[in-house]
């Protein structure tokens, strides 16, 4: 997994939700659309100074977990018997020792500038994922696939800006919603395709801000919603 890498998958996520092939370059992505999601901060090794990446800033030591296992395998974690005097010994033995694990990935594979990864694979700059795969610029996912600047969702595919949702696909800023397709700008809606800017409705199609529209103007509509979208 490498920016080339990352680049192909986002690619792929905006075709198709939006059928257009125009290029987004991934820096530039994720300062539109990923500016609220939290994601792994870069800190350095505190042994080795290389940069590393972690969920959390508020310790004061980090090390890659690679790095710890290795150490491990060489036996260099446990230390010397000695007398500790007090609170301040104590303190200091443990400053030697208290390293935040970083990159944490367990059964993963392909992943990079990520931290809390769990049974994905090809994850890129994201945090606390489980099951995903082909995800970027992501936080708290689980079961999900192709999606990008997206946070605390299950069972979602093909999707950016998605939050707090599940079993939803194709869409694009959608937020606490349930079996949502093919979509833009949905909040709190429920087996749903192919709509926009609706709210607090359920079972429709075709609905502009919850008003019930034939194919033809929708289409119309969705073209130049799509092209204000990746324009402005």
Same mark, same amino acid.
């Given at each position: 997994m490498d920016q080339p890498k990352a680049q192909e998958?986002?690619?792929?996520?905006?075709a198709q939700i939006f059928g257009v092939t125009d290029l987004i370059?991934?820096?530039?992505f994720k300062q539109k659309y990923a500016f609220d999601v939290q994601l792994p901060n870069q800190v350095s090794d505190a042994l080795t100074h290389e940069s590393t990446w972690s969920q959390s800033t508020n310790p004061s030591q980090f090390m890659r977990i690679k790095n710890i296992y290795e150490r491990a395998n060489e036996n260099k974690w446990e230390q010397p018997n000695r007398q500790l005097g007090g609170i301040e010994d104590i303190l200091h033995a443990w400053a030697k020792i208290n390293f935040t694990a970083t990159e944490w990935q367990v059964d993963s594979m392909n992943v990079v500038e990520s931290d809390n990864? /769990?049974? @994905?694979?090809?994850? /890129?700059? @994201?945090?606390?994922v489980d099951g995903s795969k082909h995800i970027i610029f992501c936080d708290g996912l689980r079961l999900c696939e192709y999606l990008a600047a997206s946070q605390r969702n299950v069972n979602c595919q093909n999707c950016i800006r998605a939050e707090d949702s599940d079993r939803s696909s194709n869409c694009f800023s959608i937020s606490r919603c349930s079996k949502v397709t093919n979509s833009f700008f949905m909040h709190n809606c429920q087996d749903m395709s192919d709509c926009m800017f609706c709210s607090h409705i359920s079972g429709k199609r075709y609905c502009i801000a919850n008003i019930q529209f034939e194919v033809e103007e929708y289409n119309k509509l969705k073209k130049e919603v799509i092209h204000w979208i990746l324009t402005s």
């Open positions: 998958i986002l690619d792929k996520i905006v370059a991934l820096e530039t990864i /769990y049974a @994905s694979e090809y994850v /890129y700059r @994201s945090q606390d």
